[in-house]
């Protein structure tokens, strides 16, 4: 019979000091460079999509973080600069990549929605909605076949959840008993429809089931909490068990993209999250009864958005690819 044991509850990571101030200062980052992504998309310096990040950082930093870099591999969505910098990658070549310079982690060819780093094992930034997970799976089968001890973390959230791959490939991986962590955003609206209208089970943690994987949820918000789910994850799928799903539930503050006004929502209801639930200003808290001041918090801040004002000039002063590059990165092979 199929394994039928379940994960253990996952508790909050208990951090050091010096660790929860490097969660802050990976949120903040995201946060800030997310911010001034959207100004420069005002100033038609970023063309195309742009889907922010603002307000979901703890998921990916709190995953990532405890991720190892070389042995694991992370796939995600088209909104995915936050899994990148969360991953330690340069804010330059990320900005300058939304800006289509040469520069750029794709060599400004990909833009917001296709970036890619073999070197950290991040696949993707992909643009067709539940794709990601079909791959994440195949990338998973890989880690297994090479036997080479990794993981794969794959993302999608709750607009992706009803789709038809995800499904298969859930079935795969539990067949198969691959190491993946099947990583839900739920941020609640998905493109602009609610979880309860557009889902018959709203409890996506739920939807592993009918393939005896088993799910749990955890706060999105947080990121103690959710680094705390990834330790649990990450021990069921190292010792050979299997898939797992970690439904997270998060809240965007922005719209599906920068094109999206977000009229399916009450202001009141986005003020709420930004007061009471905002995952920074919760480890800021944290952080102050672990005997940071607001001073050192502050001069965090000013080192952040020093390194996202250098980023944004570096994106604007570096230089477009040249014609030439159209037809590179087509084939793997040469023809």
Same mark, same amino acid.
């Given at each position: /019979?199929?394994?039928?044991?379940?994960?253990?509850?996952?508790?909050?990571?208990?951090?050091?000091?010096?660790?929860?101030? #490097?969660?802050?200062?990976?949120?903040?980052?995201?946060?800030?460079?997310?911010?001034?992504?959207?100004?420069?998309?005002?100033?038609?310096?970023?063309?195309?999509?742009?889907?922010?990040?603002?307000?979901?950082?703890?998921?990916?930093?709190?995953?990532?973080?405890?991720?190892?870099?070389?042995?694991?591999?992370?796939?995600?969505?088209?909104?995915?600069?936050?899994?990148?910098?969360?991953?330690?990658?340069?804010?330059?070549?990320?900005?300058?990549?939304?800006?289509?310079?040469?520069?750029?982690? @794709?060599?400004?060819?990909?833009? $917001? /929605?296709? =970036?890619?780093?073999?070197?950290? %094992?991040?696949?993707?930034?992909?643009?067709?909605?539940?794709?990601?997970? $079909?791959?994440?799976?195949?990338?998973?089968?890989?880690?297994?076949?090479?036997?080479?001890?990794?993981?794969?973390?794959?993302?999608?959230?709750? %607009?992706?959840?009803?789709?038809? #791959?995800?499904?298969?490939?859930? +079935?795969?991986?539990?067949?198969?008993?691959?190491?993946? *962590?099947?990583?839900?955003? +739920?941020?609640?609206?998905? /493109?602009?429809?609610?979880?309860?209208? @557009?889902?018959?089970?709203?409890?996506?943690?739920?939807?592993?089931?009918?393939?005896?994987?088993?799910?749990? #949820?955890?706060?999105? =918000?947080?990121?103690?909490?959710?680094?705390?789910?990834?330790?649990?994850?990450?021990?069921?799928?190292?010792?050979?068990?299997?898939?797992? *799903? *970690?439904?997270?539930?998060?809240?965007?503050?922005?719209?599906?993209?920068?094109?999206?006004?977000?009229?399916?929502?009450?202001?009141?209801?986005? #003020?709420?999250?930004?007061?009471?639930?905002?995952? *920074?200003?919760?480890?800021?808290?944290?952080?102050?009864? /672990?005997?940071?001041?607001?001073?050192?918090?502050?001069?965090?801040?000013?080192?952040?958005?020093?390194?996202?004002?250098?980023?944004?000039?570096?994106?604007?002063?570096?230089?477009?690819?040249?014609?030439?590059?159209?037809?590179?990165?087509?084939?793997?092979?040469?023809?």
């Amino acid at each position: /019979m199929p394994n039928r044991e379940r994960p253990q509850d996952p508790k909050r990571f208990k951090a050091t000091k010096d660790q929860l101030l #490097q969660f802050y200062r990976e949120m903040l980052l995201i946060r800030r460079f997310e911010e001034r992504a959207g100004q420069l998309y005002g100033l038609g310096l970023i063309g195309g999509f742009c889907h922010l990040y603002i307000g979901q950082e703890a998921v990916a930093v709190g995953l990532q973080s405890a991720m190892t870099v070389g042995k694991d591999s992370v796939i995600t969505g088209y909104r995915d600069h936050g899994h990148m910098l969360a991953y330690g990658i340069d804010p330059k070549v990320i900005m300058a990549e939304l800006t289509g310079r040469a520069a750029g982690i @794709s060599k400004g060819k990909g833009g $917001s /929605m296709h =970036m890619f780093s073999v070197e950290h %094992g991040f696949y993707g930034g992909h643009g067709i909605v539940g794709a990601q997970v $079909s791959l994440g799976t195949g990338l998973a089968l890989k880690h297994q076949y090479s036997g080479d001890g990794g993981v794969c973390l794959t993302y999608f959230g709750d %607009g992706a959840v009803n789709q038809g #791959q995800v499904y298969e490939s859930f +079935n795969m991986a539990q067949l198969w008993d691959l190491p993946v *962590i099947y990583a839900i955003e +739920n941020n609640k609206y998905a /493109m602009g429809t609610s979880i309860e209208r @557009s889902s018959s089970e709203p409890l996506l943690y739920k939807r592993g089931e009918s393939f005896r994987i088993p799910g749990i #949820q955890v706060d999105g =918000m947080d990121v103690l909490a959710v680094r705390g789910a990834a330790e649990v994850a990450l021990e069921w799928t190292r010792s050979g068990k299997g898939p797992i *799903i *970690i439904e997270f539930l998060t809240y965007r503050y922005r719209g599906h993209s920068m094109s999206d006004p977000a009229k399916y929502r009450t202001r009141e209801e986005v #003020q709420d999250y930004r007061e009471h639930h905002d995952p *920074i200003d919760r480890a800021a808290k944290e952080l102050e009864t /672990m005997g940071v001041t607001e001073e050192e918090l502050k001069a965090i801040d000013k080192e952040i958005k020093d390194i996202v004002v250098e980023a944004a000039k570096f994106s604007e002063e570096a230089p477009e690819p040249e014609v030439s590059e159209l037809h590179t990165d087509v084939l793997v092979e040469t023809y």
